[in-house]
């Protein structure tokens, strides 16, 4: 994920200030970097690709002397890794910084195009700085221009902006999941992507929220709405300790990751959906004669991923049409598999280290299938022995229940169904398409469902002495149920139990009695009607529903004590959103009760033993 810094002071340091924030950010994953200096009045850029490293050795040639400047370290969505691609982009006197996806982004190349406009990179950034130079062009300061340029914009973004006709300022805007905080220093201001970047020179910040904009100069800093209405915004004294900075304010890392999901999947999907008609996978190696004979597909994993690969079969089989097992771990290699080479085996790990996953992938390698690991891990022990890898690339996952990993897995895997889906000539080029653009909009609707944290902090409050849970779904929503289930026994020790819907009258339903909470996942239109009978018979009983539906949805309150409403999605990304709550679900009602939410008694991140 991107990482922005920025600097405006009286001393000559734009460039060591930056180059340190940019270090500070490196942990978020990056594939090129670069900065921009206004020195001597004009903005020079220096670009790299690869680490840091090569930054500073290109500036150890060359440095830059100025007392404003911009810095990015960039993980590609739009274009490879180059340094065309790289940050700042610069048109006419304005270079432009950028976090996140613009969605309209191939609209406003064409328009741009059409009015003469010509790109050096293939980046949405771009078109931003183009957008803005027009305005420039047109008589209109920096920060108006900025202001009207965004206008233009659909996405979810974190933007810095300098330039050399308005020398004294730098110009930031906001919106969506991107965040993006000013540190207050004397005479001098700082822009970073998070707090910690910032903690070695200042501990007072201001932080941007949705649609605003900030005009930070010297002397102080302005906010106004997207609209121009001033923002009185307090400032935050940060008084962390180093691990919590390192938790980038949040009360545990488990929140922080919650809260990362919007860009673990945005960081997953970017770089292999950079078209809009097709899907870049090259790094997974298949080959089109192999797919087009496969006999079958064998998923397996342990505890969260293995929930993955439970929606994983269910997108695999219906977009791929390949037959598909999903196993665990930990039981595959003592059932005799019936594995060839016209198999292929897809263990998901976060890891990479798990003892079950790792014997599994090797017992059936040796039975001839071709692996391909989903894995979040470089150099652990699944990547290096599979065949092939996809990375999620969700960023280090510390909290020990999984949260972020496992939607990045998800995503991983219908990446890969389509993927097969167009190697063996079944995906209509419309529906690829759609597809395509439904995934691009997931990161922006998992944002908008992070917004139920405190409605959902307020349903667990009513739960919270609840003895026993049981979670209920169908179709995609079973395995949403079993996450819902586990997350909830792992973070707070209360017993739950996750079942398919159906098998709800087999069992369970001798467990109903009165005020037994049960979580139904009912967002999945096509199951809908089955599932809400299943809350009627729980009702019935005594028990106390928590159904999680469709925003819009006007009928699950007749049915349900109360109800979670997440954005509308197709059902795979439907299971993604409903997951959401649930974390919150299990990681309030474990801090209610004061449980280690991050390391959870007697549990292990990565269980290396069998
Ligand atoms: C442990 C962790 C879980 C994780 C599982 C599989 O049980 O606590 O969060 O889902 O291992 O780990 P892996 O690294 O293979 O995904």
């Not at 972020?404 to 000539?425: D, M, N, P, W, Y």
């Not at 998992?446 to 902090?457: I, N, R, Y």
């Not at 009760?593 to 959870?600: C, E, I």
């Amino acid at each position: 994920m991107c990482g922005i810094v920025g600097y405006i002071g009286h001393s000559e340091r734009a460039q060591d200030v930056i180059l340190d924030g940019l270090r500070r950010l490196e942990y978020r994953g990056y594939d090129s970097a670069g900065l921009a200096v206004l020195q001597d009045g004009k903005l020079r850029v220096v670009r790299t690709v690869g680490k840091l490293v090569n930054l500073e050795s290109a500036l150890r040639d060359v440095p830059l002397g100025g007392t404003i400047g911009i810095g990015h370290t960039r993980w590609a969505t739009h274009g490879k890794p180059s340094e065309q691609n790289a940050h700042p982009h610069v048109a006419g006197t304005v270079a432009v910084i950028g976090n996140g996806i613009i969605e309209n982004f191939h609209t406003l190349r064409e328009e741009l195009s059409g009015r003469g406009c010509e790109f050096k990179s293939d980046t949405d950034t771009e078109i931003i700085s183009h957008l803005i130079d027009e305005q420039r062009k047109q008589g209109k300061g920096l920060l108006a221009a900025v202001r009207a340029a965004i206008q233009h914009l659909d996405g979810s973004y974190a933007i810095a902006v300098i330039d050399e006709e308005d020398p004294e300022e730098i110009v930031i805007a906001k919106n969506g999941g991107n965040p993006i905080i000013v540190g207050l220093g004397e005479g001098e201001q700082f822009v970073a992507s998070d707090i910690p970047t910032i903690l070695p020179y200042t501990r007072t910040v201001l932080i941007l929220h949705d649609e605003e904009i900030g005009r930070i100069r010297r002397e102080g800093v302005e906010i106004t709405t997207f609209e121009g209405a001033p923002i009185a915004r307090e400032t935050r004294h940060i008084q962390w300790d180093p691990v919590q900075a390192e938790k980038g304010g949040y009360d545990r890392f488990m929140q922080k990751e919650i809260f990362e999901q919007p860009r673990a999947i945005s960081d997953t999907i970017g770089p292999r959906l950079q078209n809009e008609d097709r899907i870049d996978l090259d790094e997974i190696e298949l080959d089109p004669g192999f797919v087009r004979n496969l006999q079958g597909i064998q998923l397996v994993a342990c505890g969260t991923a293995w929930h993955a690969g439970l929606l994983g079969r269910l997108l695999i089989e219906r977009i791929a049409r390949i037959r598909c097992d999903v196993d665990l771990a930990s039981e595959f290699r003592y059932r005799d598999p019936l594995l060839t080479a016209e198999h292929m085996l897809i263990p998901i790990s976060q890891s990479g280290e798990t003892a079950d996953t790792i014997g599994a992938m090797r017992h059936g390698m040796a039975l001839g299938a071709r692996s391909l690991a989903i894995c979040n891990v470089h150099e652990s022990t699944i990547t290096r022995e599979a065949n092939s890898v996809f990375y999620t690339h969700a960023g280090p996952e510390i909290g020990v229940a999984s949260s972020k990993c496992f939607t990045a897995q998800v995503v991983a895997l219908h990446l890969i169904a389509l993927e097969l889906a167009s190697l063996r000539g079944i995906l209509t080029p419309d529906r690829l398409r759609d597809e395509i653009e439904a995934l691009r909009r997931l990161p922006r609707l998992v944002e908008e469902t992070l917004g139920l944290w405190s409605h959902v902090e307020a349903i667990a409050r009513k739960y919270v002495n609840a003895r026993d849970f049981l979670f209920l779904g169908r179709g995609y929503g079973f395995p949403v149920a079993l996450e819902g289930a586990l997350k909830l026994k792992e973070l707070s020790y209360v017993h739950a139990e996750g079942y398919a819907s159906g098998e709800m009258k087999h069992g369970p339903i001798a467990l109903i009695d009165d005020g037994l909470p049960v979580v139904i996942v009912a967002n999945q239109p096509s199951v809908y009607q089955k599932v809400i009978s299943n809350a009627q018979e729980v009702r019935a009983r005594g028990g106390a529903v928590i159904a999680v539906v469709e925003q819009g949805n006007r009928d699950a309150s007749n049915h349900a004590d109360d109800v979670i409403a997440v954005p509308a999605a197709p059902e795979a990304h439907g299971a993604v959103l409903a997951t959401i709550p649930l974390q919150m679900l299990a990681y309030h009602i474990a801090t209610m009760k004061g449980t280690d939410v991050d390391q959870p008694r007697n549990l292990a991140k990565s269980v290396t033993v069998e």
